[in-house]
């Protein structure tokens, strides 16, 4: 059983950063998304931005320009730098790896940012 833990939530102020991080319990092989999902209340869970194992990055557009997605294939990780953040970037922030025939969440980290 493979098990994602998000890390480095928390408040923050408008313009403020945050980095956020995601691990694996142990290296998952033939992993080819790794990505970054969150859901604000009342709302659905929504990609934020994605990163395919050869390094294809996808951003949501209210995010490009700020948000930045990387990884470490070698070690099942995966990260999110958000710089210039908004109070309507609160949200919980999910982490899933996923292939054709994986697919792992993690139970998400709060962000939230005051106005």
């Known amino acids: 059983q493979v098990h994602l833990v998000e890390s480095g939530g928390g408040l923050v102020q408008a313009g403020g950063s945050l980095r956020l991080s995601c691990a694996a319990s142990r290296v998952i092989s033939l992993i080819n998304t790794m990505a970054w999902y969150r859901q604000a209340p009342g709302k659905q869970r929504e990609l934020v931005a994605s990163?395919?194992?050869?390094?294809?990055?996808d951003y949501q557009d209210s995010v490009k320009g700020r948000f930045t997605i990387s990884r470490d294939s070698a070690k099942s990780t995966v990260d999110l730098q958000m710089t210039s953040l908004k109070p309507e970037d609160t949200a919980v922030y999910y982490c899933?790896?996923?292939?054709?025939?994986?697919?792992?969440w993690g139970e998400g980290t709060q962000v939230n940012v005051s106005s």
């Open positions: 899933r790896a996923y292939s054709l025939n994986r697919n792992y």
């Open positions: 990163i395919t194992r050869g390094g294809i990055t």
